[in-house]
């Protein structure tokens, strides 16, 4: 355990932050609409004597916790926690399985904030101890576009004092719990939807002359795009074009005169996702017209790729090393999920690691985005330990 952090800090804090994190986990909200969840963040500040901001963004909230001798406008280190839950209806059987119907925290995003706030409660008792003033940012809306992160970053969030480098964890079922892992540079990929309407002649499927199926001009599409993509995508950028719903509403021998295609594209690389983008388009402009039916494509952008500032992940790697042990980091490899902490990415240097919460003993081991996603609570006490072991380094 770090020299700066005793263990009768951690013991009596622990029990209330795993109270924290399932009071939140039933009580999960929508993005952009965490308005109790703010009001909760807000109260435990408050309690501990924690000066912040709320409203940042409509659900946000942003803390300081000064440097015992810092300067004025000491530029600060920002820990990060995102508040929003998604709609999918919790399975697990537990006391504290959410009382919200169809709503779930089953991204983590209760064990982040309720890590955020017991190492915000540490720092503050610890303030003497802290190199530069850190900011504490509580992010609402991290599942759904345009990100709350774009949101926070227009509202000012890396300003008054500015921001020198972000941190943030998430939980990664597919560790152990008492691990975390960390990955320096490219780590996450950037996301758009593609969302695509084909307009065709419906008709009977015995007289093909007499209708355009929009079926077959969707297929032709995605075909041509896919194999557009293979063929010109650099070869040292990851990407995947994945379509994922193909709906046109015909029946054996009934034609719909309507298809609609939803997918999503991820790249690590700006210039080729612009590029891809267009490909995108030309296609479907093209087939329009040797078809004779209409292909009204929209994207909807997502968020950037993600990067790990090297020498920052370099320093944050030794430090939890030393925290933890070096057995315990352990090195990531390329995700192509995404994630709107690569917003701040683009703006400042950036570490964002993950923590391990599986238990395969107690069965803990669905992923996240799952309907019994569910953590081993030990993984708190790593998560506290990590980020006050970041802030006072």
Not at 164 to 178: C, F, Q, R
Not at 262 to 284: H, P, V, Y
Not at 292 to 318: C, F, H, W
Request: proline share 4%; hydrophobic share 40%; aromatic share 6%.
């Amino acid at each position: 355990m770090n020299s700066n952090l005793k263990r009768n800090d951690l013991t009596a804090l622990l029990e209330q932050v795993k109270l924290w994190r399932r009071h939140l986990h039933m009580h999960p909200e929508p993005s952009f609409k965490e308005y109790a969840t703010m009001e909760f963040v807000c109260e435990v500040l408050a309690q501990n004597g924690i000066s912040f901001q709320k409203g940042v963004a409509n659900t946000g909230v942003v803390a300081l916790i000064s440097a015992a001798h810092h300067k004025e406008n000491q530029a600060c280190l920002a820990l990060r926690a995102d508040l929003d839950a998604l709609p999918i209806q919790e399975a697990n059987e537990v006391s504290y399985k959410s009382q919200v119907p169809g709503w779930m925290h089953a991204c983590g995003h209760d064990v982040h904030t309720s890590i955020l706030l017991g190492t915000a409660v540490l720092l503050q008792q610890h303030r003497e101890q802290l190199p530069r003033p850190i900011k504490l940012i509580f992010q609402p809306g991290e599942e759904q576009n345009p990100g709350g992160a774009s949101l926070m970053i227009k509202a000012g969030v890396l300003e008054n004092p500015s921001v020198e480098e972000l941190i943030a964890l998430h939980v990664y079922p597919e560790m152990e719990v008492g691990k975390v892992g960390l990955r320096s540079g490219l780590y996450m990929a950037s996301s758009d939807e593609i969302h695509v309407e084909i307009i065709g002649v419906g008709g009977h499927g015995a007289l093909p002359d007499r209708f355009i199926n929009p079926i077959d001009v969707g297929m032709a599409w995605m075909q041509s795009c896919k194999r557009l993509f293979e063929e010109q995508c650099p070869a040292a950028v990851p990407q995947v074009l994945t379509f994922g719903r193909f709906e046109a509403l015909g029946s054996t021998n009934v034609v719909s005169s309507i298809a609609t295609i939803k997918g999503t594209f991820r790249t690590m690389d700006e210039t080729w996702r612009s590029q891809a983008k267009a490909i995108l388009q030309a296609e479907a402009l093209d087939l329009s017209k040797k078809m004779n039916a209409q292909i009204n494509l929209t994207i909807s952008e997502g968020y950037p790729y993600l990067k790990n500032d090297m020498e920052l992940t370099g320093r944050v790697q030794a430090i939890l090393g030393k925290e933890l042990g070096n057995s315990n980091v352990e090195e990531l490899a390329l995700r192509m999920t995404a994630e709107d902490f690569a917003y701040y990415s683009h703006h400042r240097p950036v570490c964002f690691f993950r923590l391990g919460t599986g238990n395969i003993s107690k069965g803990l081991t669905h992923a996240v985005h799952h309907p019994q996603f569910d953590i081993d609570e030990n993984a708190l006490e790593v998560g506290i330990r990590s980020m006050f072991a970041i802030a006072v380094s």
